[in-house]
Every structure is written in structure tokens, then in C-alpha cells.
């Protein structure tokens, strides 16, 4: 995933007046030594040409900083004084009311700073700030439209050559036609192990495509840009196909008429019986959402899990609250990663097990890798509960966590025993 490092920017200069070759120093809260930049490309017009220089105010680390190499080899990404963003105008109690009334919060578009750049030592890096105090030199030389809009053109290809990297497709055989490597043979039975590379793919396409859109989401032209970085040349082909067909006049012989609105009555002496047919099927809709409802009747163990995670949202509701996840230090506190690591267990299950086939065919070797996920999240979960339990500042939750700490136990062992139980059937899965 890309470093981002608005937080933690002390100061910083960047130096694009040699064209085609930027340079910059760049300065991090509780490292001596900046950052030094040297990389092909040039900015974008408001910057090319120029010196800019950038202060923030109020630095402070983040999480990961020091595993940024001093020295950043490779090539620029958008480079722009003049990027728009979502101000939030609101204090931080009226958004935090706007959230639970589910309103969006009173905002403004302002230009905001954005450095991008693709380094050989730590692939992407981003720093991005609507606050940081901005000054630039006159300009040594003038980058016109066409030059411009060729930067950018290579700043798509530089995004979408670093998503590949993430995505790692696998090579595709001759006569693989599916996009992403992705199977569709329903009659064999899957093994555990190849739903589990399925599932790494699935994993690392949704981990690509939230790069993709944090970054071209509020853009005009977003589907496009996401399709084109994202690797997906098949979509680009069918907007450009349903782009051209807009533009041409409906044929006469497309254009529908009122006899195709019409019914056909050409046969009046069935018509006593259409009500027969129409009370048949209507008996027959009924047993098939029976079965429907019978199907997806939960399973104990993921009615476990989801008693599990209500409780928790219950009891915990203030802390979770107060918890939140506005960042990446957030995130990896032990009550978070307790809590969300559970609620990946419930939300798993859910899927895995909504069916009464979940441990036949195809379908076993599905269960059996989520099954697989849902043990790590388990022991991931139980970690984050006895660093709690060792915490004295919750010492007033400790019994609440023990009792908690129970009950992941006993959906762990369940997780294990199905497991087993799918194994047992499904022999050589």
C-alpha cells in the first residue's frame, strides 16, 4: 500500500526547474536527516518550471515513517499545488452529529497540495495537504497543454505498473478468457488451497482498487481512470462501445410501436383458465421461498459469532465510539483489532455458511479457506483481548473481557471442529 505522509511533513522543497528531472528535500517530524528526492518527470503546469517550498504547522509521526528510505530513486506521480478536495467545515460535534443523523457535514472545495512519486526503495508515496503554508518562485520554463496532458498520461501508466505489482495476476493460459485468473468451472470440485490463492487475488484486487479510487474518486472521468489503472481493458472497450452507441439515433426497426405493448387475446376461450395457472404458480413461488428461507438458515456457529459481535457493540458502544478508526495508529489498538478481527468472523461465517451446500462440491473447499481466515482472525482477535486484559487501564472491563475471551474460545474450537467435520467428508480437499 502507499506511504502517506501529510501528518508528518516538518517542511519541504521540491525543484523542477531543469524539465524532465525533479528534485526535493523533504523534512519528517523526529528524523534528523530529510528526505532527499531525485526523479524523472516533471509536474504538472502550476508547478513545472518552479521552486516550491511547504511548511506544516502542527507535524507529528505517524505509524511506519521510519521505514521510508532516506534516499528516493525513481519517477514523479501528479505533482500539483491546485488538486481539489473536501474541506469539512463542520466542528468536530456537529459532524459527529451529522454521522449519526446521516447527513452529510458542511464542507468546501479548496486546492490542496498533492506530491506523488513511484521510488524503487518504497513504491508509492503520497503527501497530500489542503494546510500546509505554500510558496513558489517565479518559473524557469513553461510547460504547454500537450506537454502536460503527455505527464499525466505517464502518470496513469506509473499507477497502473505499481496496481500490477499489488495485484501480482497470475499468467494466464490459453485458454483462460476471465480478466483477473478466475476460474468458473462449477461441476469439478475446488481444493481448499486453490480457493485459497482465489481468495489472496480477491484480497489484493480490493486492496488495489481502494488505491484507485482514494485517488480518482472525485474526478470527472473516474470510471475511466480506475478501469485504465486498474488493468481492466475489457471495461475501458465497453465504455468506449456504449459511449459511441449513445450517440446514434434508435433504427425504425428498434424504435417499438404500440402493438408491442399489447396483449395477445388470440385465444379468448383459455381465458376462464388463466386464473388456474396464475393460483398454480403463485403455490409454487410460495414452496420455492420456503425452501429459500429453509436454506439460508443460519448456522449455530455463525449465530455464535454474530451473538458475540451484538454483545460487544452493546456493551462497548461508547468506546467504540470514542475508538474510532480516523487512523492507521487507531486502527491497531488492541480493542480495535479485538473488535474488528471479530466482526470479520461473523460477517465471514455469514457468507460462508448461508447455504446448506457450504460443505458439498465446490463449495467445501470455499468453506474450508474462509474457515481458514476465520482462525487467524480468531487468534488475531484473542491477541488484542489479552493485551487488554493486561492493560490496568481497563481494569474495570477486565471481567467483561474474560467472559468475551470465553466465548471466542468456544467459536475458535467451533471453527476447528467444522473444519475437521468438511475434511472428513470431502476427502482430498
Known amino acids: 500500500m502507499a506511504f502517506r505522509l501529510d501528518q508528518a511533513i516538518v517542511r519541504g522543497e521540491l525543484d523542477n526547474t531543469e524539465q524532465g528531472h525533479l528534485r526535493g528535500r523533504i523534512w519528517l517530524e523526529g528524523r534528523a536527516e530529510p528526505l532527499t528526492l531525485d ?18 504547522h502542527e507535524p507529528r509521526r505517524q505509524k511506519n515513517q521510519g521505514d521510508l528510505k532516506p534516499a528516493q530513486h525513481g519517477i514523479v506521480g501528479d505533482i500539483t499545488v491546485s488538486k481539489k478536495v473536501k474541506q469539512i467545515t463542520a466542528s468536530d460535534e456537529a459532524w459527529q452529529r451529522c454521522m449519526e443523523d446521516g447527513k452529510q457535514p458542511p464542507y468546501e472545495w479548496r486546492n490542496s497540495l498533492y506530491i506523488e512519486w ?18 513558489i518562485t517565479e518559473f524557469t520554463w513553461q510547460m504547454d497543454e500537450a506537454e502536460e496532458q503527455a505527464q499525466q498520461f505517464a ?25 483477473d485468473g478466475f ?84 385465444d379468448p376461450e383459455d381465458a376462464g383458465e388463466e386464473w388456474k395457472e396464475d393460483a398454480e404458480d403463485e403455490s ?23 451473538k458475540l459481535v451484538t454483545r460487544i457493540l452493546r456493551d462497548l458502544r461508547d468506546e467504540v465510539r470514542d475508538e474510532g478508526i480516523e487512523d492507521e495508529d487507531a486502527r491497531n489498538t488492541p480493542l480495535s483489532r479485538f473488535i474488528s478481527n471479530t466482526m470479520s468472523i461473523s460477517g465471514k461465517l455469514a457468507g460462508a455458511l448461508s447455504t446448506r451446500r457450504f460443505a458439498e462440491g465446490s463449495d467445501a473447499g470455499y468453506t474450508l479457506a474462509i474457515l481458514k481466515r476465520c482462525l487467524n482472525w480468531s487468534n488475531e482477535a484473542l491477541s488484542g483481548l489479552n493485551d487488554l486484559l493486561a492493560d490496568a487501564m481497563w481494569e474495570d472491563r477486565h471481567t467483561l473481557f474474560s467472559e468475551y475471551k470465553r466465548e471466542l474460545h468456544v467459536v475458535r474450537d467451533g471453527i476447528t471442529d467444522l473444519r475437521q467435520e468438511i475434511r472428513l467428508k470431502n476427502p482430498g480437499l
Open 39 to 56: 526523479l524523472e518527470g516533471d509536474a504538472w503546469r502550476d508547478v513545472a518550471g518552479a521552486r516550491i517550498s511547504f511548511t506544516n
Open 118 to 135: 513511484f521510488s524503487e526503495e518504497n513504491g508509492r508515496v503520497v503527501i497530500e495537504s489542503a494546510d500546509f503554508e505554500l510558496q
Open 155 to 179: 502518470n496513469l501508466n506509473a499507477m497502473r505498473n505499481w496496481l500490477a505489482t499489488i495485484i501480482q495476476r497470475p499468467e494466464k493460459k490459453d485458454d483462460d478468457d476471465d480478466e
Open 183 to 266: 476460474e468458473e468451472d462449477e461441476d469439478l470440485p475446488v481444493s481448499e488451497a486453490e480457493w485459497e490463492e482465489s481468495l489472496k487475488l480477491s484480497d489484493r484486487l480490493t486492496d488495489a482498487h481502494m488505491e484507485a479510487m482514494d485517488k480518482y474518486a472525485e474526478d470527472d472521468d473516474d470510471e475511466t481512470k480506475v478501469a485504465f489503472v486498474m488493468g481492466w481493458d475489457h471495461m475501458l472497450d465497453m465504455m468506449a462501445q456504449a459511449q459511441e452507441n449513445s450517440g446514434k439515433p434508435q433504427t425504425a426497426d428498434k424504435i417499438p410501436s404500440m402493438e408491442d405493448f399489447e396483449e395477445d387475446d388470440d
Open 284 to 306: 409454487d413461488d410460495d414452496d420455492a421461498f420456503a425452501d429459500y428461507m429453509e436454506e439460508r438458515r443460519s448456522h449455530p456457529l455463525q449465530k455464535s459469532a454474530h
